[in-house]
């Protein structure tokens, strides 16, 4: 019954896919990092996301996913179609059927893919315990710090919360070449906007933010158990995707780190490997527990263990530190290299402000060749900072580019004043450091305003000079007036309107 049920439902999605529109466009693209912003139903979202990331998608499914997964494949196509091993919420199949008739718009040869294969990349750490399969490259690692309060008090945070975390993986070609932030804008009255930050063809969380909180993923490296099937199990990055997207999973009138707690409690069975969760929430919060909390999750007794900063973990004052090993569940105390090293750069717990978060992450928990992605988030600031794997250098050895999240959430996606025709342009590059261009090339009219703004909607005064003719419309400005964050361009002529958003590099 689940079979014809899931059969149904997909093919009542499919039906109409001439006349989707595409809800959504790539805000930058940095070869090593596209962000894509999507809205709309979760169907809408995922035929957007497919169309827009296609060639990334394809790269990620082709070059890495599947080698995985390899002859299991049908396996785990089977596990979801049974669906009493893996419980994934129907709302995600419709987005994983949009993600395909995405992929196919695009023109990609997609061959025998099909929404099943899209979830089961998004189950992969799920199902690979339970059918015993090693990753090939190690798989993920990662670390965070959590620092809050009395940490952070004197500070620039003045009290506020905030989270560094490494994501650590392998310098895998295909992984480093294909990650994404997408930013979803729900139109489901019980959802709220959120991003996801990974790699392509993801539509789960293995690091995600909404603008109340961050969850993020470790490994439990220490655990040597393996999930079992028809346990029931929801894959982990699932769970922490309805932890973001919900507007308040629990329905308490707040979104903080008890709903994170509480999804994962409603999972008495655990979950089919060992995981650790790292969240974050704003500093606002009545108690350091609803504000910090790091989960120990498993596949065996005891299913399901959180630690808090009055857990006597050898980190001092308001700060939580978490690695891929035990230290609560089993009273493990498992402190590794890593562990013993940002112990003693954390010192006394006090005076941790936002660059010393950053630096004693970088400095002491990195991962080497293998960091792929480095970032920290300020909830009470709406900022995310994110440096990524590029250029043959390790993510932690490279500058992070600042986004701010009041920007990237606007749910707003008109493109200019009136009803003007819709104008295609270039502007790049995209992050940009003191030039920034644009290339209009069909314009019809010299006559062409452009309009630089903040994220508050403020005019930014810059000029734009013409560099090119002769059918190119190149123009040319200087940003090193900007400040680093996310500005909008807006181009407008007579019978025509665009918008793109760019990065300004943080010096």
Known sequence: ????????????????????????????????????????????????????????????????????????????????????????????????????????????????????????????LDFMSMAGIKFKDGGPGCSSLMSWGAATAGTDLDDKSVISRHLDWSNDVTLINNQVIVIHIPSETNEQPWAMIGFAGQISALSGVNKHMGVFQHMMSDFSGTGQLNMGYEPVWFSLRKALELNDYNNDGVNNTKDMCDILSTHTNGYADGYIITMLA??????????????????????IIFRGNEFPDSINTDNLYAANYEIKRNNHYHFCTR???????????????SQRNWEILRDSSNSGAGNIQFMQFIPDEGILNIAVHKNGKAAYRNNPVTLYLNDLFITSTLVGPGNKESMDFILYPNPVDNKLYIS?????????????????????????????????????????QLSGGIYTCRIISKNAAGSKNFVKVKK
């Not at 350091?288 to 007794?301: D, K, N, R, V």
């Open 282 to 303: 704003s500093a606002n919060n009545d108690t350091s527990g609803l504000i910090a909390q790091i989960a120990e999750i498993a596949a065996a007794p005891p299913y």
């Open 440 to 480: 209009v090339p069909n314009l019809k009219s010299d006559k062409l305003i452009v309009r630089i703004t903040d994220i508050s909607g403020k005019e930014v005064d810059l000029t734009f000079n013409k560099i090119s003719s002769h059918g190119q419309n190149v123009y040319q400005t200087s940003t090193d």
């Open 1 to 124: 019954m689940k079979k014809i049920f899931l059969l149904l439902l997909i093919l009542s999605f499919s039906s109409g896919l001439k006349s989707q529109n595409i809800n959504g466009y790539i805000v930058s693209d940095t070869g090593n990092l596209t962000i894509v912003k999507i809205w709309g139903t979760h169907y809408e979202r995922g035929f957007a996301y497919g169309y827009l990331c296609s060639g990334k998608i394809m790269s990620m499914m082709n070059d890495y996913i599947l080698p995985q997964f390899g002859s299991s494949l049908t396996m785990a196509r089977q596990v979801l179609q049974q669906g009493t091993s893996l419980l994934v919420d129907s709302v995600y199949y419709h987005e994983a059927q949009g993600l395909i008739d995405g992929l196919d718009a695009a023109g990609q040869i997609i061959g025998n893919l099909n929404y099943l294969d899209v979830i089961a990349a998004n189950c992969m």
């Open 339 to 353: 562990y013993t090293k940002t112990m003693h750069a954390v010192d006394n717990g006090t005076n941790i402000s």
